[in-house]
């Protein structure tokens, strides 16, 4: 077959039935970041590639994904008999004095 010349990315709200192209600009890298997605929404993508003969069929959807905050804070919950338990994501405050 013929080179491929670029991918089309496209994804689609779960619960959706129809797919939106996400990528406007020719892609080329096995690479991209999407942008201005809304935290807590799930998605999934699927990917074709374009030679010179057209656009492939799309590949299989990927699993569900879920938007999240990269950058969630640490969370800890203290049990002051034997344990120590930290979670990623949830706030916390520690009150107390330091002597």
Known sequence: GSDITMYILECRLIGKDKFTRVTKEKLLNRKYKHDGL???DTYEYRVS????????KPSFCTKPITCKDELAPP?????????????VGEAFSLDGRYG
Do not use: T
């Open 38 to 40: 809304k935290e807590g």
């Open 49 to 56: 590639a374009v030679n010179a003969i057209g656009q492939g």
């Open 75 to 87: 969370s800890i919950e203290l049990d002051f008999r034997d344990k120590l338990v930290v979670r």
